[in-house]
């Protein structure tokens, strides 16, 4: 293999690469200005105004990062002076004041506008950010059914912590990495970055969640900063050549995080462009800077480069905090406001507390600043414990809306039931456990949200049931639900199958219906399942859709809560809810049969003033915006069991 390499001049280019000057670590003006283009993009993200793909700009900071980190620990390895200690030591001054900040105000403020379990939520995910996890914490913690992201406060510190697991991971290797040279360095980290990008591109695919979340998804891009470090200057390459790709790079950052859309598969393949984007530029302003990198090394563009930690920092519990206290989406006026607010408090943060620290004005010894971030550490996660094992501290509450929050969160099992579960039987069951199945819940997680009045019926008429349900998936055969789950026709077809092949005699049907009657094949689709049950001799209970609040419950309660309302006097009028579901009403009535009845939910959740409210006599009826609480759920037990011909059952309680 070597004389292979050498006939073909590798050998020599390879020799070439490794005895070439490496790039030089310096303080580099434009890449403050790199910073403050990736801190940009995100807070436009995230005020939602224009550039929705700009999410792209943390994949940025992680090119970053890794070029920054990866060239401050060859430059120390080169002079011998390379120590894990001092190496720890700098990126907790960098890191950690100014983090811890922010943590303490978030819990307090929280205390304020925080509902108790969102305050819960809040604790626990102060602990992760304190123990170096928010990562993992929001992978498992932000599902379908755990609210708005949007209203998470220190959801962006998830970011943090695949930096802050990296840096403990990666010196390690570039230690032991150094004994064996810097081409097979390169070599190692580059087929390292590759397997990275792999098994992103995988993650996208099957476990998109972990993928955005996860280092092992997300460690290429830092790994690609690094990388950089191993090139020689560019000292070959003509100037008007590195300026034309200076800003294509600068170009191709830009159009990512304009034309990205959040549905955008990533980060896998797609991130590829961003961070490869942001390595050029960074590679091709390395000896001396072209014109666009002279625009970026503009004094107020590097200004925003340089307090762009504290203004990632700030920016979000900011936004989160505004529309967690609005019944509606912020207007624009109050987002730029929001944004300019930030710029201010991130001002302060950046001058007081994270410069100080970062330029050792403050704990001057490695003593002093490991007993400050652990004594810091501790605190804040007893605060973030506390609050969680305390539930929220719903004594900050009248006993009365405690009691509304209480049933707020009282949800039945949701279960995603896959499709090798159809296959082989095992489906969730409800009602009387020991007795056979007579009815099967079939839908999306709408359907689930109906499966604790089913299961009390069937407890108390001794009628047992099985679900076949799965979120985002309405149960219609060839229906295209694909922008939840690809495998949404499969699913369907098992689900029909069992049903038809087994003593299933009561089929319930029920979705999230006013979402995608407009779409192509949707009447086609229902008529087509519904004839397949009725010819299998099956009886179809047909749910129509719930009243879908026009704000989520939560926010409606807390903000009548601050202002003096009556939280019984929230919903959504009657007529507005009937417009909403006109079509798909429309599309039920098409079909008439004995064994079909359409079931409408709506008068057991509406009052007589025509107000389809969010509390009834003391219980919140709903979970969020449009999923029944379990409260919700069994108001409606007088419909099911008058259509299963059940004792008990009877009209609308109003």
């Known amino acids: 293999m070597s004389d292979w390499i050498a006939r073909r001049g590798y050998g020599c280019r390879f020799k070439e690469f490794e005895n070439a000057d490496m790039i030089q670590l310096k303080y580099r003006p434009d890449v403050d200005g790199l910073r403050a283009v990736a801190v940009t993009l995100v807070l436009l993200f995230h005020a939602n105004l224009g550039f929705s793909g700009g999410y792209i700009g943390v994949d940025v900071f992680f090119v970053i990062s890794g070029f920054l980190i990866t060239g401050l620990i060859l430059k120390d390895q080169e002079a011998g002076k390379f120590r894990l200690a001092n190496f720890w030591m700098r990126r907790i001054r960098r890191i950690i004041p100014a983090a811890t900040l922010m943590i303490v105000v978030v819990l307090f403020v929280g205390c304020v506008l925080m509902l108790p379990s969102d305050y819960a939520s809040l604790g626990k995910s102060a602990v992760a950010q304190q123990l170096m996890l928010s990562n993992v914490f929001f992978w498992l913690e932000t599902g379908y059914f755990d609210g708005p992201a949007e209203l998470k406060p220190l959801l962006h510190t998830w970011s943090l912590a695949v930096e802050e697991q990296f840096y403990l991971v990666y010196p390690f290797l570039l230690m032991f990495l150094y004994r064996v040279g810097r081409r097979a360095t390169f070599l190692a980290l580059a087929a390292l970055a590759f397997g990275s990008l792999v098994v992103s591109q995988y993650g996208v695919m099957h476990h998109p969640s972990a993928a955005f979340f996860l280092l092992p998804t997300r460690g290429w891009e830092l790994l690609a900063g690094g990388l950089i470090c191993f090139f020689p200057e560019p000292t070959r390459i003509k100037p008007r050549i590195l300026a034309f790709f200076s800003w294509c790079s600068l170009v191709a950052i830009i159009a990512a995080g304009w034309f990205y859309k959040p549905a955008t598969s990533f980060p896998g393949l797609a991130a590829i462009i961003p961070v490869a984007a942001t390595a050029i530029f960074i590679y091709c302003n390395a000896l001396r800077l072209s014109f666009p990198a002279s625009v970026l090394a503009t004094p107020p563009i590097v200004f925003v480069g340089l307090i762009s930690y504290s203004l990632y920092l700030w920016h979000w519990p900011l936004l989160a905090f505004m529309r967690y206290s609005a019944a509606e989406e912020p207007s624009v006026f109050w987002r730029v406001l929001s944004l300019f607010g930030?710029?201010?408090?991130?001002?302060?943060?950046?001058?007081?507390?994270?410069?100080?620290?970062?330029?050792?004005?403050?704990?001057?010894?490695?003593?002093?600043?490991?007993?400050?971030?652990?004594?810091?550490?501790?605190?804040?996660?007893?605060?973030?414990?506390?609050?969680?094992?305390?539930?929220?501290?719903?004594?900050?509450?009248?006993?009365?809306?405690?009691?509304?929050?209480?049933?707020?969160?009282?949800?039945?099992?949701?279960?995603?039931?896959?499709?090798?579960?159809?296959?082989?039987?095992?489906?969730?069951?409800?009602?009387?456990?020991?007795?056979?199945?007579?009815?099967?819940?079939?839908?999306?997680?709408?359907?689930?949200?109906?499966?604790?009045?089913?299961?009390?019926?069937?407890?108390?008429?001794?009628?047992?049931?099985?679900?076949?349900?799965?979120?985002?998936?309405?149960?219609?055969?060839?229906?295209?639900?694909?922008?939840?789950?690809?495998?949404?026709?499969?699913?369907?077809?098992?689900?029909?199958?069992?049903?038809?092949?087994?003593?299933?005699?009561?089929?319930?049907?029920?979705?999230?219906?006013?979402?995608?009657?407009?779409?192509?094949?949707?009447?086609?689709?229902?008529?087509?399942?519904?004839?397949?049950?009725?010819?299998?001799?099956?009886?179809?209970?047909?749910?129509?859709?719930?009243?879908?609040?026009?704000?989520?419950?939560?926010?409606?309660?807390?903000?009548?809560?601050?202002?003096?309302?009556?939280?019984?006097?929230?919903?959504?009028?009657?007529?507005?809810?009937?417009?909403?579901?006109?079509?798909?009403?429309?599309?039920?009535?098409?079909?008439?049969?004995?064994?079909?009845?359409?079931?409408?939910?709506?008068?057991?959740?509406?009052?007589?003033?025509?107000?389809?409210?969010?509390?009834?006599?003391?219980?919140?009826?709903?979970?969020?915006?449009?999923?029944?609480?379990?409260?919700?759920?069994?108001?409606?037990?007088?419909?099911?069991?008058?259509?299963?011909?059940?004792?008990?059952?009877?009209?609308?309680?109003?």
Not at 425 to 451: C, Q, T, Y
Not at 459 to 484: C, K, W, Y
Not at 629 to 653: H, I, N, T
């Open 342 to 654: 930030s710029f201010g408090v991130s001002f302060l943060a950046w001058r007081f507390v994270e410069t100080p620290f970062r330029k050792v004005r403050w704990l001057r010894t490695r003593r002093s600043v490991v007993g400050a971030a652990s004594v810091s550490a501790v605190a804040v996660i007893g605060f973030g414990l506390c609050v969680f094992a305390m539930k929220g501290m719903p004594n900050r509450f009248p006993e009365d809306v405690v009691a509304i929050f209480a049933t707020m969160e009282e949800r039945g099992a949701r279960h995603i039931v896959a499709e090798n579960d159809v296959k082989s039987g095992r489906l969730p069951r409800f009602g009387k456990m020991n007795a056979p199945p007579e009815i099967l819940i079939w839908g999306d997680s709408h359907a689930m949200s109906l499966v604790p009045a089913f299961d009390k019926l069937g407890r108390q008429h001794g009628m047992g049931g099985v679900q076949a349900t799965h979120s985002g998936t309405l149960p219609l055969i060839g229906f295209d639900n694909s922008r939840e789950w690809s495998a949404s026709h499969s699913f369907n077809d098992a689900v029909l199958e069992y049903i038809v092949g087994g003593d299933i005699s009561t089929v319930v049907l029920a979705g999230y219906w006013s979402r995608d009657s407009h779409e192509k094949g949707f009447e086609e689709s229902y008529r087509r399942t519904v004839v397949k049950l009725l010819d299998a001799g099956k009886t179809v209970l047909l749910v129509q859709d719930v009243p879908i609040q026009e704000v989520w419950p939560a926010k409606a309660i807390m903000r009548a809560i601050r202002l003096g309302g009556d939280v019984a006097e929230l919903g959504v009028d009657l007529r507005d809810h009937r417009k909403r579901q006109f079509l798909a009403d429309t599309t039920f009535a098409s079909i008439h049969h004995q064994n079909l009845i359409v079931l409408d939910p709506t008068p057991y959740l509406t009052d007589r003033s025509g107000v389809c409210r969010m509390v009834m006599g003391g219980a919140a009826l709903y979970h969020d915006d449009d999923h029944l609480s379990v409260a919700g759920a069994e108001r409606l037990l007088p419909m099911f069991e008058g259509a299963l011909g059940l004792s008990g059952g009877g009209d609308a309680v109003k």
